[in-house]
């Protein structure tokens, strides 16, 4: 059975294509294009009416916009399913809005992000951006300013979403 993600993506694809058939994108692209962006629409729309009904929503924006934000620079690892996806970035950044971390753990948890980071980041990038393989030290030196502004600024929310995105980066495969 072809998931919901890829079977709206392809349908609209076809539909772009059958509209613009000139259009220069091929339906796999644009079937791809469209994919994604579903899948962070998914994500955003259920995790924020989720956050409504438990009363976490600028939790869960913090959360989101941290990791998102973390993720472009490092990368990491990638479900295969979009609707997996979907499911477990709902989980996590629901769940991560009603961890409550003192300072002393906020600064500890953010400390271990940074060396993660600069131990594993940036992960699993290399097929997904079409930035040199030669300028990926300056994503990890990015990374680690962006994180490290999180020992002044001592947000619990941002820490762990960083702490957790940087988990990410583990490959024990490598």
Same mark, same amino acid.
């Given at each position: ?12 694809? $076809?539909? %772009? $294509? ?24 998914? %994500?955003?729309?259920?995790?924020? *009416? ?20 973390? =993720? ?7 479900? $295969? ?10 989980? #996590? ?6 961890? $409550? #971390? ?24 290399? =097929?997904?951006?079409? +930035? ?12 680690? +300013? +962006? ?5 002044? +600024? ?15 980066? *583990?490959?024990? =495969?490598?």
């Amino acid at each position: 059975m072809t998931e919901l993600i890829d079977a709206l993506s392809l349908y609209m694809a $076809k539909h %772009i $294509k059958s509209v613009v058939p000139d259009h220069p994108a091929s339906v796999p692209v644009l079937k791809h294009a469209l994919a994604v962006i579903l899948n962070l629409v998914f %994500i955003i729309s259920l995790t924020i *009416i989720i956050s409504i009904f438990t009363g976490n929503v600028i939790e869960v924006v913090t959360v989101m916009a941290a990791f998102a934000f973390l =993720r472009q620079l490092t990368g990491g690892i990638h479900l $295969k399913s979009g609707m997996g996806c979907v499911a477990v970035s709902t989980l #996590l950044f629901t769940g991560l809005s009603f961890i $409550k #971390l003192d300072y002393n753990w906020t600064i500890g948890v953010t400390l271990v992000s940074m060396l993660l980071i600069f131990v594993f980041a940036p992960a699993g990038i290399e =097929r997904q951006t079409r +930035i040199p393989p030669r300028y990926f030290p300056l994503l990890r030196s990015g990374a680690l +300013i +962006i994180v490290s502004f999180n020992l002044w +600024i001592a947000n619990p929310f941002i820490a762990i979403s960083f702490f957790v995105q940087s988990l990410s980066l *583990i490959n024990i =495969r490598r």
